[in-house]
Each structure stands twice: as C-alpha cells, then as structure tokens.
Nanobody
Framework: VQLQASGGGLVQTGGSLRLSCASS????????MGWFRQAPGKEREFVAA????????FYADSVKGRFTISRDNAKNTVYLHMSSLKPEDTAVYYC????????????????WGRGTLVTVSS
C-alpha cells in the first residue's frame, strides 16, 4: 500500500484547507484510515480517523467541530476538511492505513504517507 498526502499549504488563522490522501492499494475499501500530525519538536499525534465503510469517525478533542474526515472508496481517497484553522494546527499532516487496534493510537497503523505541511499564520 502506498499513500500520498496532498493539499497542504499556507493559510491564515480562521481559514480552511482540504487535505487528500490517495491510496494505491486494492484493499483500500476494507481498511480504516487515519490522519496524524507532527509539529516541530513534538510527537506525532492523532487527529482523526474513519472506519473502512466511512460509517464511523473519530476525532481528537483539539479538532472536534473544526475538522471533518471523509472518504471516497471509489477513488481510493481519504480527505481531511479543516476549518477555523489556528496557528497551533501548524504541522506536517500524515495519513495512515490502520491494521488493527485503537483508531487513536499511531501503533495501530502500518502504512504511512510522506506527509504534507500545513502552516497557519496568525
């Protein structure tokens, strides 16, 4: 499975961005997907996740109500819609494919994309 994240960029506080993560794997529709982020000097943290069917979603408290994760299994793509962005959302965002275990733990994911940088200016 290969994952390619895109859509990052520079945005002002309060702005919006949509990240995309395209998968090359044939089994995309059977795999839960997640977004994580890593700010400079900090550990990689959970942002959002979605089950294989898209029927259930999970969010970190810090992004709940501002970010929305979705997926299009026909396009092998998962999205992260980010709105009301804050400077503290600045980070490299990674998408990942879950193997097993908690959706909230990075150890549950065995395939990772290369990341896309989101910078929120104040």
């Amino acid at each position: 499975v290969q994952l390619q994240a895109s859509g990052g960029g520079l945005v002002q506080t309060g702005g919006s961005l949509r990240l995309s993560c395209a998968s090359s794997g044939r089994t995309f529709s059977s795999v839960g997907m997640g977004w994580f982020r890593q700010a400079p000097g900090k550990e990689r943290e959970f942002v959002a996740a979605i089950t294989s069917s898209g029927g259930n979603t999970f969010y970190a408290d810090s992004v709940k109500g501002r970010f929305t994760i979705s997926r299009d299994n026909a396009k092998n793509t998962v999205y992260l819609h980010m709105s009301s962005l804050k400077p503290e959302d600045t980070a490299v965002y990674y998408c990942a494919a879950r193997s097993s275990g908690s959706f909230y733990q990075k150890g549950s994911y065995d395939y990772w994309g290369r990341g896309t940088l989101v910078t929120v200016s104040s």
